[in-house]
């Protein structure tokens, strides 16, 4: 399974930004997909995950700002970020796990939020 993420880049505090990750391959069903985090400095956390059922998970940080949706006939995840602040400047990761429980993870893509 290979993850292609996108959608990041610089905003200035209050904006919003979309982030969308497609998984592609053959023969695998996605159980799980969820977007994580990192900064510099700062362990990889959870931001949103989304089961094949769509219920949802969200950090307490995400909570009312942020929004995980997915596209099942596409195998694509998103993340709709808005009002975001300084403290959502990180390195922003898909992950999928498959029906199969084995985990992929994205290359990675840089959100900056200035104030």
């Known amino acids: 399974v290979q993850l292609q993420a996108s959608g990041g880049g610089s905003v200035q505090a209050g904006g919003s930004l979309t982030l969308s990750c497609a998984a592609s391959?053959?023969?695998?069903?996605?159980?799980?997909m969820g977007w994580y985090r990192q900064a510099p400095g700062n362990q990889r956390e959870l931001v949103a995950r989304?089961?094949?059922?769509?219920?949802?998970n969200y950090a307490a940080s995400a909570r009312g700002r942020f929004t995980i949706s997915r596209d099942n006939t596409k195998n694509t995840v998103y993340l709709q970020m808005n009002n975001l602040k300084p403290e959502d400047t990180a390195v922003y990761y898909c992950?999928?796990?498959?029906?199969?429980?084995?985990?992929?993870w994205g290359q990675g893509t840089q959100v900056t939020v200035s104030s």
């Open positions: 989304i089961i094949s059922s769509g219920s949802t």
């Open positions: 391959g053959s023969s695998f069903s996605i159980y799980d």
């Open positions: 992950k999928v796990v498959t029906t199969r429980l084995v985990t992929y």
